[in-house]
Protein backbone atom coordinates (compact mmCIF):
# COMPACT_ATOMS: atom_id res chain seq x y z
CA UNK A 1 0.00 0.00 0.00
CA UNK A 2 0.94 3.23 -0.53
CA UNK A 3 1.32 5.88 1.66
CA UNK A 4 -1.54 8.49 1.72
CA UNK A 5 -1.78 11.94 -0.16
CA UNK A 6 -2.85 13.95 2.61
CA UNK A 7 -1.24 14.92 6.05
CA UNK A 8 -4.21 15.35 8.29
CA UNK A 9 -6.61 12.21 8.88
CA UNK A 10 -9.27 12.59 7.07
CA UNK A 11 -12.58 9.89 7.07
CA UNK A 12 -11.70 8.43 3.52
CA UNK A 13 -7.95 8.12 2.12
CA UNK A 14 -6.47 7.45 -0.89
CA UNK A 15 -3.34 6.34 -1.78
CA UNK A 16 -1.49 8.28 -4.65
CA UNK A 17 -1.95 5.06 -6.98
CA UNK A 18 -5.50 5.21 -6.21
CA UNK A 19 -5.83 8.87 -6.49
CA UNK A 20 -3.85 8.92 -9.90
CA UNK A 21 -5.77 6.14 -11.39
CA UNK A 22 -8.98 7.80 -10.16
CA UNK A 23 -7.83 11.33 -12.15
CA UNK A 24 -7.46 9.17 -15.10
CA UNK A 25 -10.61 7.51 -15.46
CA UNK A 26 -12.43 11.15 -14.45
CA UNK A 27 -10.18 12.44 -17.94
CA UNK A 28 -11.76 9.57 -20.01
CA UNK A 29 -15.28 11.29 -19.11
CA UNK A 30 -14.56 14.62 -20.12
CA UNK A 31 -16.17 16.25 -16.93
CA UNK A 32 -15.14 17.33 -13.99
CA UNK A 33 -16.72 14.51 -11.70
CA UNK A 34 -16.11 13.74 -8.14
CA UNK A 35 -16.03 10.24 -6.59
CA UNK A 36 -18.60 9.72 -4.44
CA UNK A 37 -17.99 6.40 -2.04
CA UNK A 38 -20.21 4.45 0.23
CA UNK A 39 -21.61 1.26 1.11
CA UNK A 40 -24.89 -0.72 0.79
CA UNK A 41 -26.39 -3.86 1.97
CA UNK A 42 -25.55 -7.33 0.07
CA UNK A 43 -22.27 -8.94 -0.81
CA UNK A 44 -21.05 -12.14 0.48
CA UNK A 45 -20.27 -10.50 4.41
CA UNK A 46 -23.43 -8.14 4.37
CA UNK A 47 -22.44 -4.72 3.25
CA UNK A 48 -20.95 -3.62 -0.06
CA UNK A 49 -18.72 -0.59 -1.02
CA UNK A 50 -19.61 1.68 -3.78
CA UNK A 51 -18.02 3.94 -5.74
CA UNK A 52 -18.64 5.98 -8.37
CA UNK A 53 -18.36 9.41 -9.88
CA UNK A 54 -21.10 11.73 -9.70
CA UNK A 55 -21.39 15.55 -11.02
CA UNK A 56 -20.86 17.97 -8.09
CA UNK A 57 -23.95 19.36 -8.46
CA UNK A 58 -25.71 16.70 -6.98
CA UNK A 59 -23.69 16.77 -3.63
CA UNK A 60 -26.12 16.65 -0.89
CA UNK A 61 -25.46 19.69 2.19
CA UNK A 62 -25.33 16.36 4.31
CA UNK A 63 -22.33 15.03 2.68
CA UNK A 64 -18.89 14.94 3.95
CA UNK A 65 -16.55 16.11 1.41
CA UNK A 66 -12.31 15.21 1.89
CA UNK A 67 -10.60 17.01 -0.84
CA UNK A 68 -7.77 15.62 -2.87
CA UNK A 69 -5.68 18.61 -4.55
CA UNK A 70 -8.64 19.67 -5.95
CA UNK A 71 -10.42 16.22 -6.45
CA UNK A 72 -13.18 15.87 -4.19
CA UNK A 73 -14.62 12.24 -2.76
CA UNK A 74 -17.49 12.64 -0.72
CA UNK A 75 -19.72 10.27 1.13
CA UNK A 76 -23.34 10.43 3.14
CA UNK A 77 -23.28 10.80 6.51
CA UNK A 78 -24.83 6.76 7.39
CA UNK A 79 -21.94 5.24 4.86
CA UNK A 80 -19.24 6.77 7.15
CA UNK A 81 -20.57 5.10 9.91
CA UNK A 82 -19.17 2.22 8.65
CA UNK A 83 -16.39 3.42 6.59
CA UNK A 84 -14.56 6.20 8.08
CA UNK A 85 -11.07 5.64 8.17
CA UNK A 86 -11.36 3.20 4.86
CA UNK A 87 -7.99 3.48 3.09
CA UNK A 88 -8.52 3.16 -1.14
CA UNK A 89 -5.79 1.91 -2.88
CA UNK A 90 -5.15 0.78 -6.31
CA UNK A 91 -2.84 -1.51 -8.29
CA UNK A 92 -2.40 -2.64 -11.98
CA UNK A 93 -1.06 -5.98 -11.05
CA UNK A 94 -2.60 -8.69 -13.53
CA UNK A 95 -3.39 -11.00 -11.10
CA UNK A 96 -4.84 -9.27 -7.68
CA UNK A 97 -4.85 -5.55 -9.17
CA UNK A 98 -7.99 -3.45 -8.99
CA UNK A 99 -9.03 -1.04 -6.04
CA UNK A 100 -8.56 -2.61 -2.98
CA UNK A 101 -10.58 -1.39 0.46
CA UNK A 102 -8.98 -1.55 3.82
CA UNK A 103 -11.42 -0.65 6.52
CA UNK A 104 -10.46 -0.63 9.91
CA UNK A 105 -13.85 -0.70 11.13
CA UNK A 106 -14.88 -4.50 9.20
CA UNK A 107 -15.16 -7.05 11.69
CA UNK A 108 -14.79 -9.66 8.32
CA UNK A 109 -14.16 -8.88 4.46
CA UNK A 110 -15.25 -11.61 1.85
CA UNK A 111 -12.21 -13.26 -0.16
CA UNK A 112 -12.66 -10.77 -3.42
CA UNK A 113 -12.65 -7.90 -1.01
CA UNK A 114 -15.81 -5.49 -1.83
CA UNK A 115 -18.28 -6.80 1.05
CA UNK A 116 -17.73 -6.62 4.42
CA UNK A 117 -19.50 -7.03 7.78
CA UNK A 118 -19.00 -5.11 11.24
Known amino acids: MTEATQTQQKGILMSDSALQHVLELRAKHGKDLC ?42 PKSLLY ?25 QTCGCGTSFST
Do not use: H, W
Not at 45 to 72: L, R, V
Not at 84 to 105: E, R, V
Open 35 to 76: LRVGVRGGGCSGMSYTMDFEDPSNIQPTDEIFDYEGFKVISD
Open 83 to 107: IYGLMLDYSDALIGGGFKFTNPNAA
